[in-house]
């Protein structure tokens, strides 16, 4: 990104300087704190004092990096930015990539950056002192970056700031820690000594005693007034006259900058100042821009001699800026010579700015010049490559300066506004900023307002966010035709970063429709979008779109490696926990813990969730609520497990998402099944909509997996039910169906569904076979946890399978899924009375329903007599029997009876 170094170094010394030997000691304290703050009001010598510190240690060949903030470090990422470069330029090796970040017009995330400069610090070793000038300029975000950057930076790292306000810096804590070394007002003070020797060096008419503690007394050792004095001085004022009239406070500032310095000036310098007044830096080239002269540059070298407060920005002389105080002063006088003279000022800035390749500038200056019109023109023509850079939010920034009925004529902004309302799930908004773009080139194209190219590509544009919109909205058959609408009618457009968009999209669309065959060139055409884009986000979006369609077909591999290529891409980009990373992170999480690498799962989850709540699609979060459950379950923390199903659903139900309502569903009822709770479970899926008395959900041409986990849901309570037989159709023609799609692995879980139907059934044979299919196509999706998941029935059905020395794949997972239950040797388990717990079985936990049950069953009642005695139906009865036999190990009545009392479940 564009670099100023002048900002990077401290400002030149003045001849006149005096050393301070009181202050310059102070420097030994800042060197053992790893937080200096010089904290004083405009004009007490802030900047002076950091530089004579800086050029104190670089003299001794410390490390030092410089960076001066400024009010248009109005984000995080801007001032990390120049924090890196400081720190380059003070020889700490930055990672390459940083390096050629800095020298780019590439937007990495702040997060990318506050870890990349805490790695370079932590690798350097020796200590680096960090000086921040001017640090009360910095919004609240940059300022609280700044502070998490101090808190988490090695401690042979010294940040110096300087700063008017109190910076949020979490100084209390600091301080209770011993960590912070503080410069107040009082200490910057010019002493008695000091000023007098500051006079001295100034070379003005000599003040006896009684002079100079009058100006101690009237400036308070403020170092802007005793400069201010010395301006008096130099024009031949008397010491005792100047001395009668001088003030300190900023009235009398103000009225001698006035009457005592600018009064004073050739006409030619006034008009210079006061044109040049608006600018917060300049050089000669923009002077003359502004000014309309063609001598700017020795008029800066006239106004630096004349001692008008002008400060150097760089050795090279060339970038200036004046004190805040004067430049205050000079765009008040302005003001009053001529109330509307700096709209044109700042509109000859804004042009100088456009012209010379800095839009972001031309824009701020076309606002400053209240001409809404004009900047509305130039975000219109930069808006796009703004976005595709990362910096949409800095579009919303400067459209939310422009009044409505203005920005209402620029459709490329209100598109660009409609992605950002996308992106945050806000989808009225979107869909009403879409809406108006829509409209305003209805008339555009009647009024032929702009060439025929020109309107083709805002159509395109306003197709691509209309497909984008759909897409958030989880409409998936409709964005599969708008992606191949885009794709064929508009052969012209070859942005990468739009194609990237668009095929990834697409990709989602047909996985979530089934549509896996004859995929090889859809993903020919994807990964040479890959290669050619060189925006970052756009690549990441497209391999988050290929890894979910590979894992699905079963190719767990391949999948594997787009997602991780794709998180790294982000992480480089935008940060760990960036919405960018999210949207991979977030399939990668899935996939690991279906691998069963619950911790690492856990990781990618923690990591990428609270992006997934704030601007994740359908697919993200869906794999971030439903993987977070089943891990929180593989942990047996359930009521953890039913809060994340519980927060899941009030996002699905306040923004309409019916797919992530349902994939949520389908989790609560199988953990309610599981816990003995199948009337809760039937109960939870009635509320949307599903019932066993219901038609079962078919597959059929035009399904989804909308479709698949209303199925699933039903198929569960049907076999809680004891509809068994029903339950078994209708996995069996799902199991089909996906195996006709190429939906691997949701054929491995329609397998696994039919296996337990047919166990619990009495089936063993038609199990096992179903067992095997699962096996042999679970080994090479290597999804054990869609086996674990299932619980005792599951474990019961791999011990069942005889053992053998076979390496088969097949045998080798089913060996593997087993040891995964309880990671010994799984074929030996068996208990004993001292083994016994109050609640643990030997294959599962007992909940309290199943135990009552159990003792009931071991009194002697029958099936129908449990079933009347506890107000339940026979079939719900002979259900949780089915769960008590699994976890018990045994299929006979009795033998669990006594299993039970000799586990002291029950009463003997």
Same mark, same amino acid.
């Given at each position: *990104?564009?670099?100023?170094?002048?900002?990077?170094?401290?400002?030149?010394?003045?001849?006149?300087?005096?050393?301070?030997?009181?202050?310059?000691?102070?420097?030994?304290?800042?060197?053992?704190?790893?937080?200096?703050?010089?904290?004083?009001?405009?004009?007490?010598?802030?900047?002076?004092?950091?530089?004579?510190?800086?050029?104190?240690?670089?003299?001794?060949?410390?490390?030092?990096?410089?960076?001066?903030?400024?009010?248009?470090?109005?984000?995080?990422?801007?001032?990390?930015?120049?924090?890196?470069?400081?720190?380059?330029?003070?020889?700490?090796?930055?990672?390459? !990539?940083?390096?050629?970040?800095?020298?780019?017009?590439?937007?990495?995330?702040?997060?990318?950056?506050?870890?990349?400069?805490?790695?370079?610090?932590?690798?350097?070793?020796?200590?680096?002192?960090?000086?921040?000038?001017?640090?009360?300029?910095?919004?609240?975000?940059?300022?609280?970056?700044?502070?998490?950057?101090?808190?988490?930076?090695?401690?042979?790292?010294?940040?110096?700031?300087?700063?008017?306000?109190?910076?949020?810096?979490?100084?209390?804590?600091?301080?209770?820690?011993?960590?912070?070394?503080?410069?107040?007002?009082?200490?910057?003070?010019?002493?008695?000594?000091?000023?007098?020797?500051?006079?001295?060096?100034?070379?003005?008419?000599?003040?006896?005693?009684?002079?100079?503690?009058? =100006?101690?007394?009237?400036?308070?050792?403020?170092?802007?007034?005793?400069?201010?004095?010395?301006?008096?001085?130099?024009?031949?004022?008397?010491?005792?006259? *100047? =001395?009668?009239?001088?003030?300190?406070?900023?009235?009398?500032?103000?009225?001698?900058?006035?009457?005592?310095?600018?009064?004073?000036?050739?006409?030619?310098?006034?008009?210079?100042?006061?044109?040049?007044?608006?600018?917060?830096?300049?050089?000669?080239?923009?002077?003359?821009?502004?000014?309309?002269?063609?001598?700017?540059?020795?008029?800066?070298?006239?106004?630096?001699?004349?001692?008008?407060?002008?400060?150097?920005?760089?050795?090279?002389?060339?970038?200036?800026?004046?004190?805040?105080?004067?430049?205050?002063?000079?765009?008040?006088?302005?003001?009053?010579?001529?109330?509307?003279?700096?709209?044109?000022?700042?509109?000859?800035?804004?042009?100088?700015?456009?012209?010379?390749?800095?839009?972001?500038?031309?824009?701020?200056?076309?606002?400053?010049?209240?001409?809404?019109?004009?900047?509305?023109?130039?975000?219109?023509?930069?808006?796009?490559?703004?976005?595709?850079?990362?910096?949409?939010?800095?579009?919303?920034?400067?459209?939310?300066?422009?009044?409505?009925?203005?920005?209402?004529?620029?459709?490329?902004?209100?598109?660009?506004?409609?992605?950002?309302?996308?992106?945050?799930?806000?989808?009225?908004?979107?869909?009403?900023?879409?809406?108006?773009?829509?409209?305003?080139?209805?008339?555009?194209?009647?009024?032929?307002?702009?060439?025929?190219?020109?309107?083709?590509?805002?159509?395109?544009?306003?197709?691509?966010?209309?497909?984008?919109?759909?897409?958030?909205?989880?409409? *998936?058959?409709?964005?599969?035709?708008?992606?191949?609408?885009?794709?064929?009618?508009?052969?012209?457009?070859?942005?990468?970063?739009?194609?990237?968009?668009?095929?990834?999209?697409?990709?989602?669309?047909?996985?979530?429709?089934?549509?896996?065959?004859?995929?090889?060139?859809?993903?020919?055409?994807?990964?040479?979008?890959?290669?050619?884009?060189?925006?970052?986000?756009?690549?990441?979006?497209?391999?988050?779109?290929?890894?979910?369609?590979?894992?699905?077909?079963?190719?767990?591999?391949?999948?594997?490696?787009?997602?991780?290529?794709?998180?790294?891409?982000?992480?480089?980009?935008?940060? !760990?926990?960036?919405?960018?990373?999210?949207?991979?992170?977030?399939?990668?999480?899935?996939?690991?813990?279906?691998?069963?690498?619950?911790?690492?799962?856990?990781?990618?989850?923690?990591?990428?969730?609270?992006?997934?709540?704030?601007?994740?699609?359908?697919?993200?979060?869906?794999?971030?609520?439903?993987?977070?459950?089943?891990?929180?379950?593989?942990?047996?923390?359930?009521?953890?497990?039913?809060?994340?199903?519980?927060?899941?659903?009030?996002?699905?139900?306040?923004?309409?998402?019916?797919?992530?309502?349902?994939?949520?569903?389908?989790?609560?009822?199988?953990?309610?099944?599981?816990?003995?709770?199948?009337?809760?479970?039937?109960?939870?899926?009635?509320?949307?909509?599903?019932?066993?008395?219901? !038609?079962?959900?078919?597959?059929?041409?035009?399904?989804?997996?909308?479709?698949?986990?209303?199925?699933?849901?039903?198929?569960?309570?049907?076999?809680?039910?004891?509809?068994?037989?029903?339950?078994?159709?209708?996995?069996?023609?799902?199991?089909?169906?996906?195996?006709?799609?190429?939906?691997?692995?949701?054929?491995?879980?329609?397998?696994?569904?039919?296996?337990?139907?047919?166990?619990?059934?009495?089936?063993?044979?038609?199990?096992?076979?179903?067992?095997?299919?699962?096996?042999?196509?679970?080994?090479?999706?290597?999804?054990?946890?869609?086996?674990?998941?299932?619980?005792?029935?599951?474990?019961?059905?791999?011990?069942?399978?005889?053992?053998?020395?076979?390496?088969?794949?097949?045998?080798?997972?089913?060996?593997?899924?087993?040891?995964?239950?309880?990671?010994?040797?799984?074929?030996?388990?068996?208990?004993?009375?001292?083994?016994?717990?109050?609640?643990?079985?030997?294959?599962?936990?007992?909940?309290?329903?199943?135990?009552?049950?159990?003792?009931?069953?071991?009194?002697?009642?029958?099936?129908?007599?449990?079933?009347?005695?506890?107000?339940?139906?026979?079939?719900?009865?002979?259900?949780?029997?089915?769960?008590?036999?699994?976890?018990?190990?045994?299929?006979?009545?009795?033998?669990?009876?006594?299993?039970?009392?000799?586990?002291?479940?029950?009463?003997?």
């Amino acid at each position: *990104m564009g670099i100023i170094r002048t900002r990077l170094t401290p400002p030149t010394e003045p001849a006149t300087l005096i050393e301070r030997p009181r202050l310059l000691k102070r420097l030994d304290e800042a060197e053992h704190a790893g937080l200096t703050v010089v904290l004083a009001p405009a004009g007490y010598g802030k900047t002076t004092l950091l530089s004579q510190w800086y050029r104190t240690l670089t003299s001794s060949g410390r490390a030092c990096g410089w960076f001066t903030a400024d009010p248009s470090d109005g984000d995080t990422v801007g001032m990390l930015t120049y924090i890196a470069a400081a720190l380059s330029d003070a020889g700490v090796s930055l990672e390459p !990539r940083l390096e050629r970040i800095l020298r780019t017009d590439v937007f990495p995330s702040s997060e990318f950056l506050t870890r990349v400069i805490i790695q370079a610090l932590e690798r350097n070793g020796g200590t680096v002192y960090l000086f921040i000038d001017d640090a009360h300029v910095l919004a609240s975000e940059p300022i609280h970056a700044l502070g998490r950057l101090i808190e988490q930076a090695p401690p042979t790292t010294c940040f110096i700031t300087a700063s008017r306000s109190l910076p949020d810096l979490h100084l209390a804590r600091a301080r209770a820690r011993g960590h912070l070394h503080e410069v107040q007002a009082e200490d910057l003070k010019f002493t008695f000594d000091e000023t007098r020797h500051f006079i001295e060096r100034a070379e003005h008419p000599a003040l006896d005693e009684q002079d100079l503690s009058t =100006l101690q007394q009237r400036t308070e050792g403020w170092i802007a007034g005793l400069k201010l004095a010395t301006l008096a001085l130099r024009r031949g004022t008397a010491p005792k006259e *100047m =001395l009668a009239t001088f003030g300190g406070s900023n009235r009398s500032v103000s009225d001698f900058f006035a009457e005592e310095v600018f009064s004073s000036q050739p006409q030619q310098v006034r008009e210079f100042l006061l044109k040049t007044s608006i600018l917060d830096r300049f050089c000669p080239a923009l002077c003359e821009a502004v000014t309309g002269q063609s001598d700017a540059r020795r008029q800066l070298y006239e106004i630096e001699e004349r001692g008008l407060f002008l400060l150097q920005l760089d050795q090279e002389r060339h970038w200036h800026r004046y004190h805040h105080l004067f430049a205050t002063f000079l765009q008040r006088r302005l003001h009053e010579y001529d109330a509307l003279a700096h709209r044109e000022l700042h509109l000859r800035a804004s042009d100088w700015f456009w012209e010379t390749g800095s839009p972001v500038d031309a824009i701020e200056h076309a606002l400053k010049a209240e001409a809404p019109a004009r900047a509305a023109e130039l975000l219109e023509r930069r808006c796009q490559e703004l976005t595709y850079v990362g910096k949409v939010r800095l579009v919303a920034k400067f459209a939310e300066q422009i009044p409505r009925d203005i920005l209402h004529r620029y459709p490329g902004v209100l598109l660009t506004l409609a992605w950002r309302q996308t992106r945050a799930l806000h989808f009225e908004e979107a869909d009403n900023l879409i809406g108006i773009a829509g409209r305003r080139l209805d008339e555009m194209t009647g009024a032929n307002e702009l060439p025929p190219t020109e309107l083709r590509r805002l159509r395109y544009l306003h197709l691509h966010r209309e497909m984008v919109l759909t897409a958030a909205r989880d409409r *998936m058959a409709e964005v599969e035709r708008r992606c191949q609408h885009l794709l064929e009618e508009y052969p012209e457009e070859q942005h990468p970063y739009l194609k990237g968009t668009i095929y990834g999209h697409l990709l989602a669309a047909r996985r979530d429709q089934y549509k896996l065959s004859d995929y090889e060139k859809l993903f020919a055409t994807a990964q040479g979008i890959l290669k050619r884009s060189v925006y970052s986000s756009a690549a990441v979006g497209l391999q988050a779109g290929m890894g979910p369609f590979l894992l699905l077909a079963g190719k767990t591999a391949a999948a594997r490696a787009l997602l991780e290529q794709g998180r790294e891409e982000g992480v480089r980009y935008s940060g !760990r926990h960036s919405s960018a990373t999210a949207v991979c992170s977030l399939p990668l999480a899935h996939l690991v813990f279906e691998n069963n690498e619950v911790d690492l799962a856990a990781e990618l989850i923690d990591e990428a969730m609270p992006s997934a709540v704030d601007y994740g699609f359908v697919d993200q979060l869906v794999s971030a609520f439903v993987t977070r459950t089943r891990i929180l379950h593989a942990r047996r923390d359930i009521p953890a497990a039913l809060q994340n199903l519980d927060e899941g659903m009030s996002i699905a139900v306040e923004r309409d998402l019916e797919r992530l309502k349902l994939a949520l569903l389908a989790e609560r009822v199988r953990l309610l099944i599981e816990a003995g709770q199948p009337d809760e479970a039937t109960r939870h899926a009635a509320l949307h909509g599903i019932s066993i008395t219901d !038609r079962a959900p078919a597959p059929g041409d035009a399904f989804t997996t909308r479709d698949e986990y209303r199925a699933r849901i039903w198929v569960r309570l049907a076999c809680a039910t004891d509809h068994l037989f029903e339950a078994a159709t209708v996995a069996r023609q799902w199991r089909s169906f996906c195996a006709a799609r190429g939906a691997t692995l949701s054929l491995v879980r329609w397998d696994i569904l039919l296996a337990c139907i047919h166990y619990i059934s009495g089936n063993k044979l038609a199990a096992q076979r179903s067992l095997r299919e699962a096996l042999t196509h679970g080994a090479t999706v290597r999804c054990l946890r869609s086996f674990i998941d299932e619980g005792a029935i599951m474990r019961t059905l791999l011990e069942s399978v005889e053992p053998s020395q076979s390496t088969h794949p097949t045998d080798a997972f089913a060996d593997e899924l087993l040891t995964a239950f309880d990671g010994g040797d799984h074929r030996t388990p068996r208990a004993t009375a001292d083994d016994a717990t109050t609640d643990e079985g030997l294959y599962g936990r007992f909940s309290q329903r199943e135990r009552e049950i159990l003792s009931l069953v071991a009194s002697g009642l029958r099936n129908k007599e449990v079933a009347e005695r506890l107000g339940m139906t026979e079939g719900t009865i002979k259900w949780y029997l089915q769960q008590v036999y699994d976890k018990i190990g045994t299929r006979r009545r009795q033998r669990a009876v006594e299993r039970a009392r000799q586990f002291g479940l029950i009463a003997s």
